[in-house]
């Protein structure tokens, strides 16, 4: 391991509860939503009733865009101005109804490559053309001669290939194909590779490839780099075949210092690993958590921008962890997109994408749709953790609402918050204090009585332990008397 990660292991261990407690950060972090999408006339999928899966988004020319996808297919927002969101276009799956659940997406040198798991012999590798934006997209490729199905798709830019993950339901179904986008519109089968791995997802940079082995529990380091064509192999570097929480292995997410990776089982109930990559030959878990919702709670897809790692993290929502000490993440931020609170199957935050150069996040829950959200307060020093939330919220019920809306949270010390319910377009609808006590409390907000049916953002807000006011949101659904 690198002297970082020694320094960490001989100093920190077992402090988490220590730094979870001290001020790092003179500073609040919030998150605020700024835009949702939906769109009822699309059918939800037969086997988890979710219209929309992956999230993307893409900078250029001084404009932002968000990328969300359906049972329909592929959607193209202008979210440049939040408050003045557009649909500028979109592009028809080959394959499409109730029978899509997974679409992926990754772009390269001005193109979108979207892929979808579903419709075998029907679904298409589709290369779309963004390069016209705002104005509209053009598909320049589709077909399934290349590529059909796939359930994940990485582009290492640094070599200018497409990793594409293609998984079965059933154990033993799995491949991975790589090819060269030395043409983007055109590319070229370089390896097909299938060495009894059953690779759901992976991160790839400059030939280095971190694979999620899905059913068979492992997380591998591979070598790419030296693979030209069909004859040659990839290089097993390392494998971390047992570990804490060890379930399904199912995507994950390097640190830009490629030192760090964090992946996620998809499994109720088990968390996140952190994970020393330093050495392929010596990897070591350095600490395992969670959004620490529900024993049923389960991460999905995650992804770091700088030491915060963002995560969608299914029925919980989008969960932001500081990760600048591996050895005791910190959960610095949370807003939960999914209305209900059932912890069955799989629904809710489905991706996230927190690199627009604006700094606001794009995330895709599966029966919400398309959110956008403004962050503030994360800060890129790597001095220590940022304090939590002083009270976590247990629930929030009932979902949809009636004519109260009853809270309960949990405080190690008496707080004074505010609560706060405000509409889409960020107008307060009506607002109470509550006073908690050290223990469990509840409190009622009582609805207008004019108050007409739609979604709301319920907003709680509070002084942090290091002074600044901290605020946490989520989605409610009133559905009218």
Request: aromatic share 12%; net charge negative.
């Amino acid at each position: 391991m690198t002297d970082r990660f020694h320094r960490w292991g001989l100093a920190l261990l077992g402090l988490a509860a220590v730094f979870a407690g001290q001020a790092a950060q003179a500073q609040a972090v919030s998150i605020e939503l700024l835009y949702n999408w939906t769109n009822a006339s699309l059918p939800g999928s037969a086997a988890y009733a979710n219209v929309y899966n992956e999230c993307w988004g893409v900078a250029q020319e001084e404009r932002e865009y968000a990328i969300i996808g359906t049972t329909w297919g592929t959607h193209f927002f202008d979210v440049t101005d939040p408050a003045n969101v557009v649909q500028v276009d979109s592009v028809k799956g080959a394959f499409t109804g109730n029978g899509v659940v997974h679409r992926d997406y990754h772009d390269y040198d001005g193109y979108l490559y979207a892929v979808c798991d579903e419709g075998s012999g029907i679904s298409t590798l589709q290369i779309i053309d963004m390069r016209a934006l705002p104005d509209s997209v053009h598909v320049v490729y589709d077909g399934k001669e290349k590529l059909s199905t796939a359930h994940n798709i990485f582009i290492d830019t640094a070599q200018a290939r497409l990793y594409a993950f293609i998984v079965g339901f059933a154990p033993g179904f799995s491949s991975v194909a790589m090819f060269s986008l030395d043409d983007p519109t055109d590319p070229q089968l370089i390896k097909l590779y299938n060495a009894g791995s059953q690779v759901h997802d992976g991160y790839v940079e400059d030939g280095l490839a971190y694979l999620n082995d899905g059913y068979n529990g492992r997380f591998l380091i591979m070598d790419w780099s030296g693979v030209n064509s069909d004859t040659d192999d990839p290089v097993v570097l390392g494998s971390l075949d047992s570990y804490p929480d060890q379930g399904y292995n199912h995507s994950g997410w390097l640190h830009e210092d490629g030192d760090l990776y964090v992946f996620a089982d998809e499994n109720h109930g088990h968390k996140m690993k952190a994970v020393d990559v330093s050495d392929p030959t010596d990897i070591t878990v350095l600490s395992t958590f969670n959004s620490g919702v529900d024993p049923e709670s389960m991460p999905h897809n995650q992804i770091f921008r700088g030491d915060y790692l963002f995560t969608a993290h299914y029925h919980d929502g989008l969960y932001i962890h500081d990760l600048s000490d591996p050895t005791a993440p910190a959960e610095v931020a949370s807003y939960k997109t999914y209305q209900l609170d059932d912890h069955i199957s799989f629904r809710g935050a489905w991706g996230v994408y927190p690199f627009l150069p604006s700094g606001n996040v794009i995330v895709s829950d599966m029966q919400f749709g398309l959110f956008l959200f403004r962050v503030d307060g994360l800060s890129t020093s790597v001095d220590g953790p940022l304090q939590p939330m002083p009270f976590a919220v247990q629930a929030v019920g009932p979902n949809p609402l009636q004519e109260r809306l009853r809270i309960s949270a949990s405080a190690e010390a008496s707080v004074e918050a505010v609560v706060e319910l405000l509409d889409l377009q960020g107008r307060s609808v009506v607002a109470q204090s509550w006073r908690l006590a050290s223990g469990e409390n509840t409190t009622e907000l009582q609805l207008p009585a004019d108050l007409a049916a739609g979604l709301y953002v319920l907003r709680l807000e509070a002084d942090g332990p290091d002074g600044p006011r901290r605020f946490t949101e989520q989605l409610v659904n009133f559905a009218g008397r």
